[in-house]
């Protein structure tokens, strides 16, 4: 059976996110003027068993279920199963917006050489919601998308939709936990795909407590992804720019390590920063210096 889209919903599935996941699936289920197919990814070991027994007795959509906890296999493995024309992706803790899937496929009809839609939305934090995007960066995306990027990531996952004969399942077959928005970006950038942006909120990203950018998950993982960028044919002022940001992860590990005093992870990290190029976190030495001449005077 042919869809006109096919939505992407991972999730743990825990209890205290129920209503959250909910609030997803109703998001998509009500989108008007497009035939969409919703695909729910279960995944990890989290699971709570009433709600994955009411989503499973649900009959307007499908349920996958993988025993492994990584958003990125499960936003895969609902990919390779999909059927949509145009396909997309909504964490259970965001939400699209009345008419965001007719907006998104309205464009890529009316152009047939976009690969990827991205939209404006929301942010939402603590019920008051920000425009994602301003008017003055909506521009420098459309004047120079890369050079955007790097100052902002606005390749938001509830504000992506693919076209499924251009951007293929195998095309986001990686298994990146963090950062994956960004290293698909630059796939996508190096394949000369086809992105264009329409200044339209179509969705809702809620802003929850427990930021995983905060995570030692998410800071050791920085350095690796961008190492991987780094290694795709990109310009040469967008590797400078990489190359700054890769130091700059490595010096968070270290700041990160030596605040918990794992002081031997934390010099480790910041000799490689420092290897790196990073001179300008060089300042930094005279922490690990003065916790030498306090260990010296015991």
């Known amino acids: 059976m ?22 997803a699936i109703g998001s998509v289920l009500s989108q008007e003027g497009v035939y969409v197919e919703l695909i729910v990814v279960v995944n990890g070991d989290r699971v709570d068993p009433a709600l994955y027994s009411v989503l499973s007795a649900d009959e307007r959509f499908r349920v996958l279920y993988l025993i492994e906890g990584n958003v990125s296999f499960a936003r895969s493995a609902g990919l390779r199963v999909a059927n949509g024309e145009f396909y997309g992706f909504l964490d259970d803790d965001d939400e699209f917006l009345p008419g965001a899937l007719l907006t998104r496929t309205t464009e890529m009809r ?4 976009i690969d990827v839609v991205v939209t404006n939305g929301y942010q939402c934090t603590d019920g008051s919601d920000t425009l994602f995007i301003g008017e003055s960066f909506a521009r420098k995306i459309a004047q120079d998308p890369l050079t955007a990027f790097m100052e902002m990531n606005w390749f938001h996952s509830p504000a992506q939709l693919f076209r499924s004969s251009a951007v293929t399942a195998a095309t ?14 630059f796939l996508l950038m190096v394949n000369k795909r086809v992105i264009r942006y329409l200044d339209m909120p179509t969705y809702r990203y809620n802003i929850t407590p427990g930021s995983v950018s905060k995570s030692l998950g998410y800071l050791t993982a920085c350095p690796l992804v961008l190492k991987d960028i780094m290694a795709l044919p990109l310009p040469p002022h967008i590797q400078k720019s990489l190359k700054g940001k890769h130091q700059s992860a490595l010096h968070s590990l270290a700041v990160f ?28 030495t005279r922490k690990f210096i003065s916790f030498g001449l306090k260990l010296r005077r015991r």
């Open 2 to 23: 042919k869809f006109d889209v096919t939505i992407i919903v991972p999730t743990t599935c825990e209890a205290h996110r129920a209503s959250l996941l909910r609030r």
């Open 110 to 113: 009316r152009d047939a050489s």
């Open 172 to 185: 986001l077959n990686f298994r990146y936990r963090y950062l994956e928005w960004t290293y698909l970006f």
């Open 257 to 284: 390590h030596f605040e918990r005093k794992n002081w031997r992870r934390a010099l480790a990290y910041h000799l490689k920063c420092l290897s790196s190029g990073g001179w300008r976190f060089a300042p930094y």
